[in-house]
């Protein structure tokens, strides 16, 4: 019998694959993140390159980082889910019918602010159950589900526009509306404007931001979808990578079968990640149309697919049960500074479109190299 501590039994130790440490380098390579940030870098460089440098001065930032903002909200549900190895192509028309059922709340129904807001997140958070709950129940891949409801909720949002505004697809008078009493104004601020404004104005003063002649800074605070979009990224990234639903989750989504017998509720988790998904479309609702002062038929139009390629690029699987809420939230920050920064150049905006197609190409080509590093397929 070999002893424990013979040259043979630590020689065998050695060679057990599972005690083998991966270099700081291969570790870094597995990291789902890595391809959202040599994008960033590229992207960043580019700009720095050809833009005018406006661009990168704060209030450049500012314009470029909230339509990132609201991007990323719908693509850190997008990447959770994805990871739980499923899919919903509902979220960009589900913006609109949140929308609407929060306007018509305010506009039409007369609701304080609060309840109008609850009754979108309750409606949202209905129909992501019911897509969880048909994606599992009836078996039909989570793509073809979600896309019927594209179509669904889109048709709804204008019969329903069409509806509460006697035949237009715009519903306006919503900041009158939302701003009737004081707690109505205070919720408001929660939702819409700038945030931190009294810290800008004394970084104004003293003289550490720019300002305008008269003292007041040219950029009053931090839009609040911002403040909404880092908040939420926290808190996921978190929940996904130090937390036993975070384990859920991936298991979910890599090997759903033998999560089940583990002990993982498979199905609890795909069906609280639809609701999650629908829940933060909800939340881009609430925050664009208080911001907009209206709500329309085409709100949220294609943002189903942004928020997909966001994910894939920040390294989601298209398989399922390999991902990063951080990846995710720095491919929307991606984007959101190609539209933008696109009009800080001469090149024509149409070109935003080729970029799309070609980062979710070069996205899902590094992502499937990443795949076979990870499971060892050759």
Wanted: aromatic share 10%.
């Amino acid at each position: 019998m070999t002893e424990p501590n013979s040259p043979a039994a630590l020689a065998a130790k050695a060679a057990d694959e599972r005690l083998k440490h991966a270099s700081a380098l291969t570790r870094l390579l597995r990291r789902p993140e890595l391809g959202a940030i040599l994008g960033l870098v590229i992207v960043t460089s580019f700009f720095i390159a050809i833009a005018n440098p406006v661009m990168f001065e704060l209030s450049g930032i500012m314009n470029f980082m909230a339509p990132a903002a609201q991007l990323g909200i719908l693509a850190i549900g997008a990447s959770l889910l994805m990871v739980g190895g499923e899919f919903d192509l509902s979220v960009g028309s589900m913006v609109a019918f949140a929308g609407l059922i929060f306007a018509a709340c305010l506009v039409t129904f007369g609701l304080p602010l609060p309840v109008a807001i609850l009754i979108a997140f309750i409606c949202a958070a209905a129909i992501g159950f019911i897509n969880g709950q048909l994606v599992i129940h009836t078996g039909l891949p989570s793509f073809i589900v979600t896309l019927a409801f594209l179509f669904v909720l889109r048709g709804l949002s204008l019969v329903g526009l069409k509806w509460a505004t006697g035949g237009a697809t715009q519903l306006r008078g919503v900041r009158e509306a939302a701003t009737r009493t004081s707690l109505d104004a205070f919720i408001y601020k929660l939702f819409a404007g700038d945030a931190f404004e009294g810290l800008f104005a004394w970084l104004a003063a003293h003289d550490w931001i720019a300002k305008f002649p008269n003292g007041q800074p040219k950029v009053t605070g931090v839009p609040v979808e911002i403040v909404w979009f880092v908040g939420l990224a926290v808190v996921c990234a978190i929940v996904l990578a130090r937390t036993r639903y975070g384990n859920w989750i991936f298991a979910a989504g890599g090997d759903p079968n033998a999560a089940r017998n583990s002990g993982v509720p498979t199905r609890r988790v795909k069906t609280s990640l639809f609701v999650l998904t629908a829940c933060c479309a909800a939340l881009v609702a609430v925050l664009t149309v208080l911001d907009a002062g209206s709500t329309d038929a085409r709100r949220g139009f294609q943002k189903e697919f942004e928020a997909i390629i966001a994910a894939v690029i920040g390294g989601c699987l298209l398989t399922g049960g390999y991902g990063s809420v951080v990846g995710a939230a720095v491919g929307a920050v991606i984007f959101g500074m190609v539209l933008i920064g696109l009009t800080y150049t001469a090149i024509d905006q149409d070109w935003y479109l080729v970029f799309l197609g070609g980062m979710l190409l070069m996205a899902v080509f590094f992502n499937n190299i990443i795949r076979k590093r990870v499971t060892g397929e050759r």
